[in-house]
């Protein structure tokens, strides 16, 4: 019997530096920004073309209208109808899909290399040449206003939508979803949606994103032919694109009778993604909220067990962000769990994280980041979001390193100085009758009860 040599047990060495790929940048003759990202060995390359058609440039009676003409873009072109666009599509073995922010329309592309040339092509004839089919615009209402209602049935997503109307004030289009309310979805026809576009969608108000190995493939030439002859002109801005004022803090109830569980968001107008302490602000949050090892988490969960889980962390907009707290409790832990959330916070607020809080939010942060970028799509999606909030090309390798360089004192001043608890809106999605007034003694506020 021949017995083998043990091998020592490989032993990890120190993490190798990442850093955002580099972005090479290039202009169509139609004026469209490229962004190229080379990606050795990513054959499923991505693009985003970025609208900079933000939710504030709507009409106020027709809210929710860059939802729809979003959506209805691939329903019919001037070469093909919906059906033909997507078995084009498909043929090219391509994705596409369109979403919505408060920075924009972002028009999603996914593609094998190969057949990447063709794949932009599409996403060039919906983005510069929809015909908005009546028929088409009108079923794509009718979704929205059955989504508008299953949200309104959905605990956590009727909170979430009573929490902005709350925090902003109502002349700001941050008080409102960004797919619009029922009342302005209704408003919304063909020809609206046609007005729209023609006023705001133009080379001068996009970026196009593309990030995948194109060593072979002529990719500059095949943005040149899915988007050089682009000759739309945009309006000028009509609306505000200032920072949205805050509302006075309250107690709402979204009234669900007999709900067993009720739904908890507090809100805050909390400060700009830009802002110098974003990173301390983020390392702040996930001590206090940001996982299962949470001084929130450890409260509610693990020592009172109000709930399975609690989530805080600050929420970035176009312009500012919002602090946010939700969680799901049973209908009778509502107020104690009320109580202990404003009191772990307050707790929070006076001491900081401790040194190995800090340490874990960072190393999760910063260790977290490379392995979410290990693709072509997710890549176009980051550098997506940095053209659309006009962060710039280090924005996220900039982070990193300011990341790495917060410490518990700077993380509690920083939560400190823009934290505040009388500040603290709550928006609660549950039965009113049951849990109103102990609410109010738990939370020292009047409650206002909004029928659902």
């Not at 972005?23 to 962004?35: E, I, K, P």
Request: proline fraction near 5%.
């Amino acid at each position: 019997m021949t017995l083998t040599a043990q091998v020592p047990r490989p032993v990890a060495g120190p993490a190798a530096a990442w850093k955002f790929p580099a972005a090479h940048r290039s202009t169509l003759h139609s004026g469209l920004r490229v962004v190229r990202y080379d990606l050795p060995g990513q054959l499923l390359a991505a693009a985003v073309l970025v609208l900079d058609v933000a939710p504030e440039l709507e009409p106020e009676d027709r809210e929710g209208i860059a939802t729809i003409m979003s959506r209805v873009l691939d329903e019919g072109t001037a070469h093909r109808d919906g059906s033909a666009f997507a078995a084009a599509m498909d043929g090219l073995g391509a994705s596409y899909s369109a979403s919505v922010n408060t920075s924009g329309i972002h028009l999603n592309l996914e593609a094998p290399v190969r057949f990447f040339g063709p794949a932009l092509g599409l996403l060039g004839e919906a983005a510069t040449s929809p015909t908005f089919p009546a028929a088409e615009v009108e079923r794509h209402v009718q979704l929205r206003l059955a989504e508008l209602e299953q949200e309104r049935a959905v605990a956590s997503s009727l909170a979430g939508t009573e929490r902005l109307a709350a925090c902003f004030e109502q002349d700001s289009r941050y008080a409102r979803p960004v797919g619009g309310c029922a009342e302005s979805v209704r408003r919304i026809d063909r020809d609206a949606v046609e007005l729209f576009y023609l006023r705001w969608v133009a080379p001068e108000r996009a970026t196009l994103v593309l990030a995948g190995d194109f060593s072979g493939v002529d990719v500059e030439a095949a943005a040149e032919t899915a988007f050089g002859a682009w000759s739309a002109k945009a309006a000028a801005a009509s609306r505000s694109d200032q920072h949205p004022r805050a509302a006075a803090a309250s107690l709402v109830i979204a009234d669900r009778p007999g709900a067993v569980q009720s739904q908890l968001a507090f809100g805050l107008k909390a400060p700009d993604r830009r802002a110098p302490y974003w990173a301390d602000l983020m390392v702040a949050a996930r001590a206090l909220g940001g996982g299962v090892n949470s001084r929130l988490s450890a409260s509610l969960r693990e020592d009172k067990g109000y709930t399975y889980g609690i989530h805080a962390g600050f929420m970035p907009l176009r312009r500012d962000s919002l602090f946010i707290i939700e969680t799901a409790v049973q209908t009778d832990a509502t107020a104690p769990a009320v109580s202990e959330v404003l009191a772990v916070t307050e707790k929070f607020c006076a001491d900081g994280p401790t040194q190995a809080e800090c340490t874990e939010a960072i190393d999760f942060m910063t260790g977290i980041h490379p392995l979410r970028h290990e693709t072509a799509r997710v890549i176009a999606a980051s550098a997506a979001m940095q053209a659309a909030f006009n962060l710039g090309d280090g924005y996220l390798d900039d982070l990193q390193d300011a990341l790495r360089a917060v410490t518990p004192a700077s993380a509690a001043a920083a939560f400190r100085n823009h934290v505040y608890l009388a500040d603290l809106t709550l928006v609660v999605a549950g039965d009113a009758a049951v849990i109103g007034s102990s609410l109010s003694t738990a939370t020292g506020r009047e409650a206002k009860v909004i029928s659902v």
